[in-house]
């Protein structure tokens, strides 16, 4: 048995498709780039073995491989399709669907005919030869041309598929196109050539299959980086290999089957003129047929009247024998016939050599583009945040295995960025911390007095937003206010808004997590009456009402992502519709946004926009939490006692110092809101006319007997302090971490949470106390 390089390029077709049946079989992952690889590879060398077979009657559709070929490839064509339909989004689902019914039943319609077409054949089990030679022709016409509608429209499905992807739409367009001029007009100039017979039957095959090939390789290498598969790399590199094994088996069987065909030519020549019958051997191998001229050839055979016989002529024996009745075949006698093909390997070895060197050359600028570059661009990156630049971010070129790549090294760069801003945050806060404690005691409290509230503060740091407040208050621009919940955001916006437009005018707070989605428009710019079914009436809305004053837009954090850009255009512009309106409207209020999300952070996740971010961030005003401005805790604290018990009709009670202590000593989560409600509690049940540490609420009442066996355990004996501050602070704080990691059996972020600190600032002590 010979192989021929056809026969072997099929084979590996065959191989591949089962290989990535069987691999389709158990991938899970949708957006793998090698199941679509695969699949459509499959359907691919289906389609094209019909087109090849069905359409152009170099040989009609003859024996049983063939039929049973074209008849899976119509099912492949649709099935191709219906892939590219839906992947990697479904394209019209219902559409799709009866389409792809509709296609199947046409499908299975012309094999049925085809079955039909030669029930005789079917009936006596006999595919061999050229029985259907003349009966097929037709409904092999119909399959090339539903073949290569499919074929068409599967390039323009994916196309559109490319389009809806959005990035990078003009360059994958331009992939798309080569592959369809590749696909289908060199093919189609070819095919005109041979019907008008200006180039022979075995060229134009030649050109189909390397135009088809090429044409593969550039859609996938298109469809692939441009689709957003997660393995697009692999996909790539896969292909530029898949397509030089196809080119060097097609190069070498059609070349191979060229020069045959040549060499059988002149052999015939010569047999033809110098027949002589006695130098005949009986019984020769035959290995391939010719199929041409057997009018003459079989006129030799009829001659000698057996059924095989070698003729030899200038050196090179050939065969001509009789397999059926009217058949005639020739074929060259093994020896010659491997003498021939290992001088004709040479001499094509060197053109594929060539050839090679172009695919691999062309590999290799692909090579430095897809994967060298971008990994450059890392590592020069990475050397900047070496030298301490944290704001590194390598471009994301693909969402290949190289882009998800560089997506996780700039999420570490975030990491590490912003583990640096929240230890520069809290070394600060440890400092004005340490300022705190050193002018606790000889704080003098201050007072501000509102329309509904009085502002009360004796910190450095209130002084400092107080200051900040003053100067910024006449200015029109946004103001942002940020600050823990409860610390005191809104009674800040307020005096904003009294020092700057006055007491008189309109101060309109809004909550932007209260507000339902649907209803956001017409609270914000107002409704004209029947704008909507509910808009039973005009309504001018909050823009209008704060006309002259504030609009305060508390929590902002919480503002839908739909309605940004609405109020984007009211800060630029100071113009707005109302709903249903057609008439734009002056905004003649100012605006306060606060939040006590992280609003950059957000930014950076896409959940706040960032052109908004930078909008109202025009002066930022910090509010510190409670538990960095102890110094205001007791005049906070006395003035809720002295407020609250008016309002409740009781005399005002004191504070004992135990319980002073305490309140200076609580970490006070909720700030001051969490301190104001903590003693309308204890108000609401106290009796006597001393506040002690039994009548508070039981979480401070905890709080207190923790801190009191804590601070027992303190490395503070005999009274001396010996070991000096320093030493006897990092002595209870390394005490203080090694219970809680006890307790938490080595699980640091438990212990964090036990400590109420950070696991990042629990890892900073451990490493600053040597820990680790
Ligand atoms: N310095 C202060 N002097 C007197 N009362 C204060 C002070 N700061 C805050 N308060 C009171 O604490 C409570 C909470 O304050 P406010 O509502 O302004 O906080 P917030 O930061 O806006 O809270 P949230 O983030 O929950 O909106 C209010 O009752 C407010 O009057």
Known sequence: MYLQFLTLSFLIAVLLCILGVVYCLGVKNKISGIRELMLSFICLVFLYSACVYASIEIEPIGSLHRWVTVAAALFAAVFYQRFFLKFPSAIYPKISNYLFKIQLSIAASISLWFVWETKDAVKTFRFNGQYWDLTAVFPGRVVAVFSLFLAVSVILIASIQ?????????IALVGILGSFFLNFLIPTIYLTLFRLGQVTAEVFVNALAISVISGFFVFHIFFVSYGGHKTSLTVRILTIVLAMALSVTQVMSGGLSKAIENEYDSLQISILQNYNPKSIQKDSVFFSKVGENTEKSGLIAADLGVRSYLLGSSGKPILVYQNFEKNTEMGLEYSSYREFVHKYVMDWAVRLFLGLCVLIFGFLVFMKISILNPLFELLKGLDRVEGGELSVEVAVRSKDEIGLLTQAFNAMVRSIREARQELQQYTSNLERTILERDSIYDAVPQEKILSNKTLIYASRSMQAVVDRVERISGREQPVLITGETGTGKEIIAGLLHELGRGKESPFVPINCAAVPANLWESQIFGHVKGAFTDAKSDYGGLVAEAAGGTLFFDEVGEMPLEIQPKILRLLQERKYKQVGGRTELKAECRTIFATHRNLRSMVSKGTFREDLYYRINVFEIGIPPLRERRSDIPFLANRFV????????????????????????????GNIRELENCIIRTLADLKGDMIKISDLPTELMEAKSHTREEMSNMPVTNGTYTAGFESLVSMYSRRLIETALQKCKGNKSEAARLLKISRGKLQYQMRMLDME
Request: charged letters at 40%; glycine letters at 0%.
């Open 162 to 170: 490319i389009i809806r992807n959005k990035d990078h739409k003009r």
């Open 642 to 669: 002295e407020h609250y018990s008016k309002q409740m009709e009781l005399d005002k009670p004191n504070i004992s110092e135990e319980v002073m202590d305490l309140f200076l000593e609580f970490p006070w989560s």
